[in-house]
Antibody
């Protein structure tokens, strides 16, 4: 079964650092882009960026570039989303999702279960 | 950035009735070289991640009931649920994957009247 399993919920303080993870299984992890999508409480979906684990090429949303870092370790089929200094406004559910084809421009066909990050 | 505007924000429809959701992009998401619209629809039920139900504006994903249909081209798109069922209560998002930054519409909440 193709799936993405994300790390568990986090409760952090403003100014803390954090790294959450997304582990893929059931497919060739390095051959598909992985995107990260944010959903603030009661709000819609916001694309944050994406990475191609095969060569670690990344694309970021201009509004978030510099605030987060997306990385991946192909050998353990895991992508990461990292913050150096959290803010209360980072409180959200963070989803990782696989892009359907071997290229960045296709739908997100497989989604992780989401990681709730609370900053308080 | 391509801005995706959905309407309405919410709608309440009786079981068996039709639900119509509109999505407009600020610029065309039709890629001329392959004549494909880079527009998807997602369904998100409470407490769950989104699930893709249409890609290329009108290509229904496997397992999605035929009462769902997607249409449109260029900048104007529509998702129709022809006969609403209880399990269709959800928030629906359109999404353009034509160019980065990828963007989503604000969502339309479909409730049962």
């Amino acid at each position: 079964e193709v799936q993405l399993v994300q790390s568990g919920a986090e409760l952090k303080k403003p100014g803390d650092s954090l790294k959450i993870s997304c582990k893929g299984s059931g497919y060739m992890f390095g051959n598909y882009w992985i995107g990260w999508v944010r959903q603030k409480p009661g709000e819609g979906l916001e694309w944050m960026g994406m990475i191609y684990p095969g060569n670690s090429e990344t694309k970021y949303s201009p509004s978030l570039q510099g605030q987060v870092t997306i990385s991946a370790n192909k050998s353990i089929a895991t992508s990461y989303l990292r913050w150096g200094s959290l803010r209360a406004s980072d409180t959200a559910i963070y989803y990782c999702a696989r892009v359907a084809l071997a290229g960045p421009y296709d739908v997100f066909d497989i989604w992780g279960q989401g990681t709730m990050v609370t900053i308080s | 950035d391509i801005v995706m505007t959905q309407s309405p924000d919410s709608l309440a429809v009786s079981l068996g009735e039709r639900a119509t959701i509109n999505c407009k992009s600020s610029q065309s998401v039709l890629y001329r070289s392959n004549n494909k619209n880079y527009l998807a629809w997602y369904q998100q039920k409470a407490g769950q991640p989104p699930k893709v139900i249409f890609k290329w504006a009108s290509a229904r994903e496997s397992g999605v009931p035929e009462r769902f249909s997607g249409s449109g081209s260029g900048t104007d798109f529509t998702l129709i649920i022809s006969s609403l069922q209880a399990e269709d209560a959800a928030v629906y998002y359109c999404h353009q994957y034509y160019s980065a930054p990828l963007t989503f519409g604000g969502g339309t909440k479909v409730e049962i009247k």
